[in-house]
């Protein structure tokens, strides 16, 4: 008798994917209960309104700190 494959299931995310890592997503055939995995690629960072942590003034630029709301990441700006 021939095999007929798998037949894997819609899957589940068994790891979340953040803009720090991949997650995972596991298939299970309905079958014979089998698994395979596929990634997840990571998201965007999800940046705050950011805060001006220095003024520009007219000698010297400013800068204003954009922080993500998931991991905590900060990105600068120059305020001029």
Excluded: F
């Amino acid at each position: 008798m021939k095999a007929t494959g798998h037949s894997w299931d819609s899957g589940k995310v068994t790891e979340t994917a953040t803009c720090k890592k991949e997650g995972t997503k596991t298939y299970t055939c309905k079958n014979c209960g089998e698994t395979k995995t596929e990634s997840i690629p990571k998201t965007e960072h999800q940046w705050d309104n950011g805060k001006v942590t220095k003024e520009a003034t007219c000698k010297e630029d400013g800068l204003k700190v954009y922080t993500c709301k998931n991991c905590g990441e900060t990105k600068e700006e120059i305020l001029k």
